[in-house]
């Protein structure tokens, strides 16, 4: 059974950095494309970034430049950057097996003004 757990977010202020983490349980993971999501309260679930085989990224406007997403295929991880953070930023960060559409349980992330 593949399983992905995020790791990794908590309270921060506004400008501050963070790095969430995404293990991700079984074989599967090499060559997957792995994304980024994350849900603000009351709002829908949004893309954040994405990493596939090879390194190839791709980010939402709203993150491209303060963002860097990376995966480390030897230890089944997945990393999100996350610098110069804003209040906008605050949710629930969830990685994605995008391929398989499986999702973990998500991590918070609360940036304060």
């Known amino acids: 059974q593949v399983r992905l757990v995020e790791s990794g977010g908590g309270w921060v202020q506004a400008g501050e950095s963070l790095t969430l983490s995404c293990q991700v349980s079984g074989s599967i993971f090499r060559g997957a494309v792995m994304g980024w999501y994350r849900q603000a309260p009351r709002q829908q679930r949004e893309f954040v970034a994405r990493?596939?085989?090879?390194?190839?990224?791709g980010y939402a406007d709203s993150v491209k430049g303060r963002f860097t997403v990376s995966r480390d295929d030897a230890k089944n991880m997945a990393y999100l950057q996350m610098n110069a953070l804003k209040p906008e930023d605050t949710g629930v960060y969830y990685c994605?097996?995008?391929?398989?559409?499986?999702w973990g349980k998500g991590t918070q992330v609360t940036v304060s003004s």
């Open positions: 994605s097996l995008e391929a398989m559409d499986l």
């Open positions: 990493v596939g085989m090879g390194g190839t990224t």
